[in-house]
């Protein structure tokens, strides 16, 4: 007897699917053509050729015809995104796992980041209230983002520590890291 798959397994393939299907039409355009009363979605193939997907029926309005004619669009935008947010999940991850190994507590490693003068010119365009020039400035605009009254807050699983890590994630974007 053959298992059933589970919930996640059966989501993982339709991602796949969607991957997949999505790469296969990667150099086509959609639009439309119309011509008197018949409006037609028309793919212009990545090999030159044009053909008539589907007739869209007149009574169909503008924004429904923007979704069908958006669907290749959006699955490969949506992938895009997907991606990102799994890229952001598996940085907090290992953050989180660096942190368990080493033992150090969150607020400790947050202090030395606000010594950091790379993080404290992040800092200055992550939030508002003028440059943050040094450890003082870089420790009150941390605690502003993280709407936190002290570092000993970050040591504690939770929302606080779940924002520290997720700027972090930011913070090492913006350094040009993965």
Not at 47 to 67: K, M, N, Q, R
Request: aromatic share 6%; glycine share 6%.
């Amino acid at each position: 007897m053959t298992a059933m798959p589970s919930e996640r397994e059966r989501e993982k393939a339709r991602l796949a699917r969607f991957r997949d299907l999505s790469a296969r039409l990667t150099g086509d355009a959609w639009g439309l053509e119309v011509d008197g009363g018949v409006t037609r979605v028309i793919s212009k193939r990545s090999t030159g050729e044009a053909v008539c997907l589907c007739t869209i029926h007149a009574d169909a309005l503008a924004h429904e015809y923007e979704l069908i004619c958006s669907a290749a669009d959006a699955v490969a935008f949506f992938l895009i995104l997907q991606e990102r947010a799994a890229d952001a999940v598996r940085a907090l991850r290992a953050d989180l796992q660096r942190h368990e190994k080493k033992n150090t507590p969150v607020s400790s490693l947050a202090a030395m980041h606000c010594q950091d003068r790379p993080f404290q010119r992040f800092l200055e365009e992550k939030g508002a209230g003028g440059p943050v020039r040094d450890k003082q400035a870089a420790d009150t605009r941390l605690k502003s983002l993280l709407a936190i009254s002290s570092k000993t807050e970050l040591n504690d699983k939770g929302p606080a520590q779940e924002r520290y890590f997720r700027l972090m994630a930011d913070f090492r974007a913006w350094k040009g890291e993965r």
